[in-house]
């Protein structure tokens, strides 16, 4: 069983960044393709960007794609997600997760750590 715990959340104003890490125990993350998920207040757990095991291939939702930059150092048994150009509209709770099944909707993935909060001042 692999245990994972977000951090790096925080308040910062549009057009700022942040990174987000995702730290792994139990199982190393070399074994796994982990993904990022966001969920707003009155909103449904969605997409943000997923990795394969090795790290050499990514995915991104349309409306993160060209800002957001997944990653995950397998030597630290961390995944990243680094956030530029942030918009209002991604304040949210950001959780990472292991993927389980095919596709990029939450019920392919599992594990979820606790989430950190993301908030984006206009």
């Known amino acids: 069983q692999v245990q994972l715990v977000e951090s790096g959340g925080g308040l910062v104003q549009a057009g700022g960044s942040l990174r987000l890490s995702c730290a792994a125990s139990g199982r190393t993350l070399n074994m796994y393709a982990m993904g990022w998920f966001r969920q707003a207040p009155g909103k449904e757990r969605e997409f943000v960007a997923t990795i394969n095991a090795s790290g050499s291939s990514t995915d991104y939702a349309d409306s993160v794609r060209g800002r957001f930059t997944i990653s995950k150092d397998n030597a630290k048994n961390t995944l990243y997600l680094q956030m530029n150009n942030l918009k209002p509209e991604d304040t949210a709770v950001h959780y990472c997760?292991?993927?389980?099944?095919?596709?990029?909707?939450?019920?392919?993935?599992?594990?979820w750590g606790q989430g950190t909060q993301v908030t984006i001042s206009s």
């Open positions: 997760a292991v993927r389980r099944g095919l596709g990029n909707g939450p019920s392919a993935f599992g594990s």
